[in-house]
């Protein structure tokens, strides 16, 4: 069982950034796939953004390609979301998740709140 713990939320304006980390426990973190995803208010979860177990891979969402960047420390059990140029409809709970490749998604952290006023 794989624990998955975010940090690095706020409020911030629009056009700032932002990191948020993501740090996992209970398991092999090197053998997982991890993924950020997010959900705004009276919004389904949507992809934003996943690197492969080795960090070799990066897939994202087209609303967030060129703003977002995605790494991961296989040493430190952790995975980190960069955000940049954050737009007010960046606004959404964000979700770490790990999974055995990118469309198979088996653990979730609790999330953690990104708000972004203009």
């Known amino acids: 069982q794989v624990q998955l713990v975010e940090s690095g939320g706020g409020l911030v304006q629009a056009g700032d950034s932002l990191t948020l980390s993501c740090t996992a426990s209970?398991?092999?973190?090197?053998?997982?796939?991890m993924g950020w995803f997010r959900q705004a208010p009276g919004k389904d979860r949507e992809f934003v953004i996943g690197i492969s177990r080795s960090g070799a891979s990066v897939i994202d969402a087209d609303s967030v390609k060129g703003r977002f960047t995605i790494s991961r420390d296989n040493s430190k059990n952790t995975v980190l979301l960069q955000l940049t140029s954050l737009k007010p409809e960046d606004t959404a709970v964000y979700y770490c998740a790990a999974g055995q490749g990118f469309t198979s998604w088996v653990y979730w952290g609790q999330g953690t709140q990104v708000t972004v006023s203009s």
């Open positions: 209970g398991g092999p973190f090197r053998n997982y796939a």
